[in-house]
């Protein structure tokens, strides 16, 4: 099992940046792709971004693209959402999620956090 939790949310005016960190418990989480996801109130949870076990791929939702970076440091097991150009539409509650295969789907990721609050002003 992978225990995750998120940190790095908050307030931040348009434009801003931020860094979302995603802590991951357990031995294994070399072995496990890791997915960004999001949440806006009344939507439903969409995919930010997603990184291969070893980091040598990514994926991005093309709303993110260009604006965001995912990494990860296997060796602190932690997964990493590097936030810049930030929209008022970037607002939501942002999750982090892992599991073996790599994939931009939410339905197939088996562990998730309990998510953090990001909020864009304009």
């Known amino acids: 099992q992978v225990q995750l939790v998120e940190s790095g949310g908050g307030l931040v005016q348009a434009g801003g940046s931020l860094r979302l960190s995603c802590a991951a418990s357990?031995?294994?989480?070399?072995?496990?792709?890791m997915g960004w996801f999001r949440q806006a109130p009344g939507k439903e949870r969409e995919f930010v971004a997603a990184?291969?076990?070893?980091?040598?791929?990514?994926l991005y939702a093309d709303s993110v693209k260009g604006r965001f970076t995912i990494s990860r440091d296997n060796a602190k097991n932690t997964v990493y959402l590097q936030m810049n150009s930030l929209k008022p539409e970037d607002t939501a509650v942002y999750y982090c999620?892992?599991?073996?295969?790599?994939?931009?789907?939410?339905?197939?990721?088996?562990?998730w956090g309990q998510g953090t609050q990001v909020t864009v002003s304009s």
């Open positions: 357990g031995r294994t989480f070399s072995s496990y792709a």
């Open positions: 990184i291969s076990w070893s980091g040598g791929s990514t």
């Open positions: 999620a892992a599991d073996p295969r790599y994939s931009r789907t939410f339905r197939q990721y088996d562990y």
